[in-house]
């Protein structure tokens, strides 16, 4: 009574095999009444009992094994293969390891399934996301963004007219950025209190798609007229000083062994239009976050030095107004700052003509954005992004310049913000030569919608990104970098300032400097 029969259990077998749908093997056990023989009992998922009538057990019954039977039978190796009745001769068995499979998960030492998973392996479905509920999941981000970049243009303007006042300068819009206050200020919060997990999508938001959105509408305020009002005395000299700030901080970059996008950022906004070229840049080449802070750092600092400086050099050192404007547009980083420096040297030298130069060359190398954007991005992401010394050691060199490539590496939201820009353009030309923009808009309302919508992207999106920038930047990711991209700043900051001195010195020598706009 203590043993199950074997011909009675191969019959039974394969019955319980049906019922279960699980596979059925056996393992060896021993019998106080066969004195040690062996016999054959199912173990997964329960074994048949051939315990004696005295135990708890009723013999032939399903129950499931003992684990540490089950786990004894693994380290012996005592398999058997299915139905237990060849006996073992060490030979190669096809059916030993799904027993010792099956053994080990009676034991409880087998892998773990997967837990979202239904029986046959399948996935079960997600359900899909409302925009209810992907509004909800973004609010805390985007609001804190928000909240970060209003102080921050709060605290610029402030600054800002300090600056002015200790200059002698009153009145005036401020000299000052918000965008690089607003990622001081969220810098400063992250790394002082422990921001919530549930800020993270919303600044993820803001640092892509809404950082995209604001460079499209960026496109807005330039316009190929402004170029066309510089004339063939000014264009010559933007052209030289962007070519040379972008080729000498390239460089300059290289030797240095700096990170490709990085050196590419700096290089854009120092030789270009400062916070506004680095942020239309850096999702081109999907730059890293700390390279952003570090190149706004660089170029915010360096422009504010020359946007004090620059009006007193060029007041001793020059000597028509035409020469000052144009180097003032020329040497200064961003457009508030050399607007800042063209209000503090009319207002220290009564010298209007001087500031109204300034800032129409500072608008032509504006445009240059338009076109070096595009073949950074190309030539940046092209050439794989790595540092400069890496690249050059490893001996690569910059693909070709090809259309079907520099369509690759062109973003959508490029293509966008060179739309803008040719709708901005073609609204200005024909306002010049009808006198509505496009045959139909009459000049005040072409006036408010261009600058509605550079206002929008340039203070509240790019504002609210480059806020996202500083609350997801940690100081720990800024201490390897050291000071090699100050130092790239300063020599970048050099370069085009001397290039911008040298033009405005040799201009009147070459043409006439009555040229320039009045």
């Known amino acids: 009574m203590g043993r199950v029969h074997t011909p ?3 019959q039974l077998a394969p019955s319980v095999l049906r019922c279960s749908a699980l596979p059925l093997s056996f393992a060896a056990v021993s019998s106080p009444h066969s004195a040690g023989a062996t016999q054959r009992a199912a173990v997964l998922p329960y074994s048949f009992s051939s315990a004696p009538l005295h135990s708890n057990a009723s013999p032939g019954f399903l129950q499931p094994p003992s684990a540490t039977a089950a786990a004894a039978a693994v380290s012996s190796r005592h398999v058997r293969p299915a139905w237990g ?3 073992h001769t060490g030979r190669s068995n096809p059916n030993r390891m799904p027993c010792e499979l099956q053994l080990r998960s009676a034991a409880g030492i087998t892998e773990k399934k997967e837990e979202d998973g239904n029986d046959d392996g399948e996935r079960s479905p997600q359900p899909q996301p409302t925009p209810a509920s992907k509004i909800a999941t973004l609010a805390p981000g985007v609001a804190a963004s928000v909240a970060v970049m209003t102080a921050g243009w709060f605290g610029a303007g402030h600054l800002g ?3 002015l006042e200790m200059q002698g300068v009153t009145g005036g819009a401020s000299p000052i950025s918000g965008i690089p206050v607003a990622i001081l200020l969220g810098m400063a919060a992250n790394n002082t209190i422990t921001l919530p997990e549930s800020l993270k999508p919303g600044l993820k938001f803001c640092t892509t798609t809404a950082l995209r959105a604001g460079i499209v509408c960026v496109g807005a305020k330039l316009s190929v007229v402004d170029v066309a009002a510089v004339g063939a005395a000014g264009i010559p000299a933007v ?9 000498a901080i390239t460089l300059a970059g290289k030797k240095l062994g700096l990170d490709t996008k990085l050196t590419a950022l700096t290089a854009a906004g120092t030789s270009i239009c400062g916070v506004t070229a680095i942020t239309a840049l850096a999702p081109a080449i999907d730059a890293e976050q700390k390279h952003v802070a570090m190149s706004v750092a660089s170029v915010v600092a360096f422009g504010t030095c020359g946007m004090l400086c620059y009006p007193y050099i060029a007041h001793n050192f020059l000597d028509s107004s035409e020469q000052v404007g144009l180097f003032l547009g020329l040497a200064i980083h961003d457009t508030a700052q050399v607007v800042g420096s063209a209000m503090t040297y009319n207002e220290l030298f009564q010298d209007e003509l001087a500031m109204r130069i ?5 608008l032509t190398r504006n445009i240059f954005l338009a076109g070096v954007i595009p073949y950074l991005a190309y030539s940046t992401v092209g050439g794989g992004g790595q540092g400069g010394a890496a690249a050059g050691a490893a001996g690569g060199s910059k693909p070709a310049l090809t259309w079907a490539g ?32 496009y045959g139909v808009v009459p000049p005040e309302m072409w006036s408010e919608m261009t600058s509605g919508i550079s206002k929008v992207g340039s203070h509240y999106l790019i504002g609210s990104a480059m806020a996202a920038v500083g609350l997801s930047t940690s100081f720990a990711t800024l201490k390897g970098v050291g000071m090699k991209p100050f130092a790239l700043g300063i020599g970048g900051a050099f370069t085009v300032g001397a290039t911008a001195y040298g033009c405005a010195s040799v201009l009147p ?10």
């Open 8 to 10: 009675l259990l191969n």
């Open 85 to 87: 009745l060849a006996p």
């Open 161 to 163: 007219m300090a600056v």
């Open 239 to 247: 052209m030289l000083t962007v070519g040379t700030g972008l080729t």
């Open 358 to 362: 300034a800032v129409v060359t500072k």
């Open 406 to 437: 520099f369509k690759q590496h062109l973003p959508l939201f490029v293509v966008g913000f060179l739309g803008m820009a040719c709708a901005r353009s073609v609204g200005d030309w024909s306002l010049a030569s009808t006198g509505a923009a």
């Open 509 to 518: 020598y070459v043409m006439d400097v009555t040229a320039l706009p009045t």
